[in-house]
C-alpha cells in the first residue's frame, strides 16, 4: 500500500504531466481561460486516462507481446483511446445525461490530448504491473488536473492586470506556466 | 482560395508558422528542445508525417465518410508515424533515443492532424504537399531556434547534427542551468512568442 502511495505522489507533483514531463499542454492553454473549462476538463481526463491505462496495458501485455507485435503499439493505443472515448461518450449520452452534459465537449478533444497517450507509453516503458499502471495513471490524471485548475486560476487574474501588448494571451500564460513549473520542481527531492 | 502554389509554401515559414501563430503541437516543442540537435530531428519527423498524411488525406477526401473522417485521419497519421519510427530506429538510434516517447506522440500531434482536417481535405494533392512541407519546415525552423536558444545558455555549446558541436564560451562560462530544464522550456517559448509579436 506504502509503494502505491509513493507512486501517486511522484506522479502527482514529481513528475507531473504538464510541468515535468510537457505531455497534454494543448489542453492546458486552450482550456484554462475559465475555471468552468478547466474543471470539466480534468473530470474528463481522469475518468478517460484510469480506463485507458488500464485496457492499453492488457492489450500490449496480452496481444502485442504474445504475438511478437510490439512494433504496432502507437496505432494500436491510438485505436483504442479513440475508440474508448467515442464509447464512454455513448455510454454517458445514455445513462448519465448530467455528466454527459458538464462534459460535453471536451470527452472528444481527449482523443488528441497527448498526456492520456503519453501516459499510457510511460505505464509500457516503466513495465509496471496492472495495478501500478492503474495507480500512475490515475495519479498522472490527478496531477493534470491540479496543474490546469490551479492554472485556470492564475489566468483569471492575469485578465485583470495590465499586461504590455506584445506579452498579450499566450505569450504571458507561457510565461506563467513557467513560474508555475519552477515552483512544482521543489518538490522534487521528496521521492 | 485563389492562391499561387508558392503562397501556401511560403504562409507556412512566417503567416502561419506553427507554434507561434497556430498554438498547437506544443508538447514535442517544449519536450524535446533541450538541444538544437533535437529540435532538428524532431521538426524533420514531424515534417515527413506531416507531408504524407496530407498527400494520402487529400488523396482520399472524396472516399472518407464524413462522419468517421477524424478516426480514418488518425489511423493513415499513425501508419505514417510507423514509418518514421522504424526508420529510425534503424538508421539514426542516438537520436531516436533521445527523442524516446516524443516519436510515437507525433500521432496525437495537433499540428498534423489539424492541417488534415482544415486543409488537406479540401484541397487537392499539389497543394496539400505545399502545405505540409511549408508547415513542417517552419515547425522544424522554430524547434531548431528554440532548441539552438535554449543549448547555448543552458549548456554553452550549440550540436547542430550528430557530432558537429561548437562549444560557444569559455571554460569559465556557468552553465544557466534553469534553460534546459522544464520551466526554461515555457518561458524561452513565452518570450520568442513576445518577441514575434514585437514584429507585427
Redesign the interface.
Known amino acids: 500500500m506504502g509503494d502505491y502511495i509513493v507512486l501517486i505522489i511522484s506522479c502527482v507533483f514529481v513528475n507531473n504531466i504538464l510541468?515535468?514531463?510537457?505531455?497534454?499542454?494543448?489542453p492546458f492553454?486552450?482550456t484554462s481561460k475559465k475555471m468552468e473549462t478547466a474543471l470539466g476538463m480534468s473530470m474528463a481526463v481522469i475518468f478517460v486516462m484510469v480506463l485507458a491505462g488500464g485496457i492499453t496495458w492488457s492489450v500490449y501485455h496480452m496481444l502485442l507481446v504474445k504475438y511478437n507485435l510490439q512494433?504496432?503499439?502507437?496505432?494500436a493505443f491510438?485505436?483504442i483511446i479513440?475508440s474508448l472515448v467515442q464509447f464512454v461518450e455513448m455510454f454517458l449520452k445514455k445513462s448519465m445525461p448530467a455528466l454527459y452534459a458538464g462534459l460535453g465537449i471536451f470527452l472528444p478533444l481527449i482523443?488528441?490530448?497527448?498526456a492520456v497517450?503519453?501516459a499510457c507509453?510511460?505505464n509500457i516503458?516503466e513495465e509496471y504491473t496492472f495495478m501500478q499502471s492503474l495507480v500512475t495513471s490515475f495519479g498522472f490524471a490527478a496531477g493534470f488536473g491540479l496543474a490546469l485548475i490551479l492554472f485556470a486560476g492564475v489566468r483569471e487574474k492575469i485578465i485583470l492586470a495590465r499586461v504590455p501588448?506584445?506579452?498579450?494571451d499566450?505569450?504571458?500564460?507561457?510565461?506563467t506556466?513557467?513560474?508555475m513549473?519552477?515552483s512544482f520542481?521543489a518538490f522534487k527531492g521528496m521521492v | 482560395m485563389a492562391k499561387s502554389l508558392a503562397q501556401e509554401f511560403t504562409k507556412g515559414l512566417w503567416e502561419e508558422i506553427p507554434p507561434f501563430r497556430l498554438?498547437?503541437?506544443?508538447?514535442p516543442v517544449?519536450?524535446v528542445t533541450t538541444s538544437m540537435k533535437n529540435g532538428i530531428g524532431m521538426g524533420l519527423a514531424t515534417t515527413f508525417v506531416l507531408i504524407c498524411s496530407n498527400i494520402l488525406v487529400s488523396l482520399l477526401k472524396g472516399i472518407i465518410p464524413t462522419k468517421v473522417r477524424?478516426?480514418c485521419f488518425?489511423?493513415i497519421i499513425?501508419?505514417f508515424?510507423?514509418v518514421v519510427?522504424?526508420v529510425m530506429q534503424a538508421y539514426v538510434y542516438g537520436l531516436f533515443i533521445d527523442l524516446g516517447?516524443f516519436i510515437?506522440?507525433i500521432?496525437?500531434?495537433?499540428i498534423v492532424?489539424g492541417r488534415a482536417e482544415a486543409f488537406a481535405s479540401k484541397n487537392n494533392v499539389i497543394y496539400s504537399m505545399a502545405d505540409g512541407l511549408g508547415i513542417g519546415i517552419g515547425f522544424t525552423l522554430a524547434l531548431a531556434a528554440l532548441g539552438g536558444l535554449r543549448e547555448i545558455f543552458g549548456k554553452g555549446t550549440l550540436t547542430v547534427w550528430g557530432d558537429m558541436a561548437y562549444t560557444l564560451f569559455p571554460a569559465s562560462y556557468e552553465p544557466f542551468n534553469f534553460m534546459v530544464?522544464?520551466?526554461?522550456?515555457?518561458?524561452c517559448?513565452?518570450?520568442m512568442?513576445?518577441?514575434m509579436?514585437?514584429f507585427d
Open positions: 510541468l515535468a514531463q510537457f505531455l497534454g499542454n494543448c492553454l486552450g512494433y504496432l503499439t502507437t496505432i491510438i485505436v479513440a482523443t488528441t490530448n497527448c497517450f503519453g507509453l510511460i516503458g501588448k506584445a506579452l498579450q499566450t505569450s504571458i500564460g507561457l510565461i506556466a513557467g513560474i513549473s519552477l520542481f | 498554438v498547437l503541437g506544443l508538447c517544449l519536450g477524424i478516426a488518425i489511423i499513425a501508419t508515424v510507423i519510427e522504424q516517447m510515437p506522440l500521432v496525437v500531434n495537433c492532424l530544464q522544464a520551466p526554461g522550456a515555457f518561458v517559448l513565452g518570450l512568442l513576445c518577441i509579436n514585437l
